[in-house]
Each structure stands twice: as C-alpha cells, then as structure tokens.
C-alpha cells in the first residue's frame, strides 16, 4: 500500500512490543513502575512551564481521573457526533440488559465479526475508502461461516486495493480456525488475552472488539488515540520506547476504567474508546488540532503548556524528576548556557534540561518563537507526540518482464507463500539494484537487453527467442519500508513456448526483495488478458498492466518505440 494512502499511524505500531536492546534512548524499567505508582497518588496542579518544562513524574497522572466532568463531556461530544460521518460498522451497543439471551449471543457473533473486520481494515486505510470495501465484504459473506468457506484467491481478490495481503490471508486462517474450535464455533472470544490468541488479532484490535462488542473495560491504543493521550499527560517521550507505549497504554486502562465509572447516559467503555479514536482523527490532529473545540481541553497538559507565559518551572525535589520526557526542543533561541549542567542531588544529569534550562529568554524572543493566537498553540501542542528523525527507507530497482506468447497469453508467476506480498501474482521480475535504508540510493539503471533476454531465457529456456522488446516505462511504488522502482518491458515471443517442468516445488524461504527472481521454485503459467486482469496482484504489479494496456491501445505509437539499445 502506498505510504501516502496508509493513516497517519498504524495501530499496529502500538502494540506491546518485546523490550528494545539496550541503548541510550531505551528508558529504566522503573520508568513504568513510576507511572503505575503516581496513578494513586494526588494529581499535580502544577503546569510544565515553558521552555525548561521541568516536571516530575506525578505530572503525567491523567487529569481525566480528577475530572469526571471532562470524561463526561466526551462522551456527550461523541453521542453527538458518532453518525456523522456515516460508517456503516458503527451500530449501537448490544445491551446484555435489554436482549434475550439466546439472541444476543447470535447477534453478538455477528458484530464481533463485523467489528474484527472493519479494524483490520482501518489499520491501513483511510475511513472513507474502507465503507464501500467494508460494504462489499459483509455482502459476500455476512458470517464469519461464510467467510471460512470461501476459497482463499477470492478473499485475496475483495482486499485487492487495500494492501497489506497478509493480513487477508490471516483473517481468512483465523475464520477458519474459530470455526472448527468445537468451543468457539464460530463467536470470537471475548477478552483480550483470548482474542490475542486469534490469527492476525492484535492488542489494539482485541481491545476494540472486547469493549465495543462486549462491553468490557479493557484500553485500546492506535495512532488517534495515542496522539490524544500523549496531548493529555504532556507526555514527550521517545514513541519508539518500550516504557512509552507501556505508560500509554496504562493510561489508556485507567482512563477507560474511569469512563465507565462515569457512564455518562448510559455509555460504555466501547463508547468511550471510540470518542478517544474520534476525537483523534476529527479535532486533535496531528498538524491542526482544534483544540478551542475540544471537550477535554480543560484536562490537557499540552493545551495548558502552551496557553501559559514561558517561565521557570519548579520541581521541589529533583529526585522525582520525570525520567520519561526527552529534552523539549524549544522554538526560543536559547541565551548562552551555563558552563556547567545542573545537575540533581545525586550528582546526575538532568534529562529535561535542555540549552536554555535556567535562563529566560528576552520577552522580544519569546514574541518571536512563540507568535500568538492558535499558531502559537498549534506550534506547541502538535510538538506532541515526539517525533522520530525520518528514516530513509530501502531502494529496489527491478525489471518487469510482459512476456507475451503469439497467442495473447501471458506468464504469471506466483510469489512465496510467506514474505512480501505472499501468494500474490506478478509478471516475472528480477532484482536489479538494492540499496538499504539510510544509504544514499544509486539512480535506478534501466536493464540491458542482454540482461533482459538471459531473464527471459532462465524462465523458457534458450529457445524462447523474443521477436521484439517494448519497453513500456518506469513505475514507482512505495511501501512502507521500500521505495520500488519497476522498469517494465514487454516481450514478444516469435512462436509459442511452453513452461519447462518446475525442478523444485519447496520454497526457499521469504522473498525480501520485490523482483526476487523466483528462479525455478515458483508456479508458473500462462494466461490470456481476461485472466490477468481478474488475477490477484499488488497495486504496482497492476499498474504495470495498466501501462502496458494504455500502451497496446495504440499499437501504431507502440511500434515506433522499439527499444533499439545495444545490449
Ligand atoms: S485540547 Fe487540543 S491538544 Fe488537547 S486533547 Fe484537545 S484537541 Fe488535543
């Protein structure tokens, strides 16, 4: 899936990950037991003054807990607001009180699967491009039964556009295994833990069916959600970190807990995880939040922060000193530091001072960087979440190779079963140049024919002679983690070839390249133009069909461009 089509974060990138090596942003165990240890201790009223935000631990307590009226007030923003932008999985919660029990388990069955659905769904697209996937899927199988019945190729072929193929492959595995479980038969669990066991099923999307379907107390946290929070405790810490994204979810726990103590008209903690969510995609966005429009604004550290003069903030006992927050990079220019960095009573280092910790800028400055109004809000507020230096991704340059029999046919390979873009088809590709993330990528070189012609021969066997090379263009493709560059070229064979018999059927491992040549390990065959287009491929792959298509419409254009390189 294209970068620029993907959300602004995956869920899945909150998910409780393994500890990270041992590195110097990699924060104390204790940082998590710090937190766990504030949420019963009182609430800091004191606000991380600007441009030193010196503050303790205690200073990340959500103020949620000791504002049940902003908790309040969200949920009545989301009672208002939850339609409007009409998503057809969104239906109102199945109240254990008000249905007979036999039915209400069929009826939560249903919307378990449906919910399941629409999060795996949403964690990489866009909303208003998932209703009318959404849509079509419940109109080919409206049960999870279904779901499991159906070959593989055509739920391959419904999540075509959306990306990410192996997670269809994994909804479909996972259908399949809850049920044939002679206890599950078919209604997925009802708690994170079990749901976790599921294929495929997350701690985020676990958390979204156990509390919207089931009403459970149970946190989630997405890039919505985890922007919102971060807002909330005016937390600036590493995203990537482990004990981050501990104290983010642990935040999210107690705020949910509190939600449902709260139960603003009846909501429940599927309520208020959606309102979190809601609230992160449509106000507290991540370049302008509108925060004057928030309902939880009193309760914001970061809108707190930033509506109050720069000033020297004060922690009485530099022991408690937040160990979470990294230095706050300050829009002020910072005066000549001291010669010497305070330090705590230890004689440690202090993580928050920053250059210009101690000293105060000349209110000129402070005019300046700060400006007024809500550019000097945005500026501040979306300084949070901390942002991670981008990295460069990884560069692959490939030839696609069209290979066309006189007959109209054309030869399809299928990837490996595991790795990028598994099971998937494509027209043979070969892997040109590679160059790994953080090096500076080589122009991509276009193939030679020479190279054309071997690829050609390794895949047919000498006697597959081209009658002519077409090169039909260059296509670029980007996914998360590699920026593709696919140089297509068709070939015309002079007489029909057949495949020569496949040596080997094991597969060797995962294609980590996308132009992996898959030499003799891959299926193989031909297929005429209407069994192209109906087979299942990447967005690149088809576009490289597409191309060429435009190009076999105007056969005349075509065929003044033979590529007459010299190999
Ligand atoms: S006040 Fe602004 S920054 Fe804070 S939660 Fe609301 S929209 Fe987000």
Redesign the pocket.
Known sequence: MPVSKRRASCASDFSPSPPPPRSKKTKPASAIADFSAILTGDTEDDVALLPARTHAILYHKPLLLSRPQDVASLLAWFERVSDSRAMPWRAPFLDPAHHDPDKLKEAQKKRAYQVWISEIMLQQTRVETVKSYWLAWMAKWPSIHMLAAAPEEEVLAAWRGLGYYSRATRIHTAAKQVVADPELQGSLPQTPPELEKVPGIGAYTAGAISSIVFGQAVPILDGNVAR?LS??LGLYANPKAKATTDVLWEAARVVVEKAQEVKQGGATPGQWNQALME?GST??TPLK???NE?P??AS?R??AEATLPASKGGVEDMEDLCKLCEPFPNDIKPEPAAKSEPKSKSGKKMRQATLSFGTFPSTEAKETARGSGDEALHAH?CK?PMKLSKKTIRTESCLVCIIRRPAGEYLLEQRPASGLLASMWQFPSLTLSTTEAGSTPAPPTPPTLAQIDDFAASLLGSKAAAQAHQRIGTIEHVFSHLHLTMHVYCLGLAKDVDLPAAKRKKEEGKARNFGSSLGDTATRRWADAAAVEAETMGTGMRNCWIAYQQQATTPAQAKTKPDKRKA
């Open positions: 919102v807002r909330q609230l106000l507290c939040p509108a925060c928030c939880i604004r914001c970061a809108h507020v949070f």
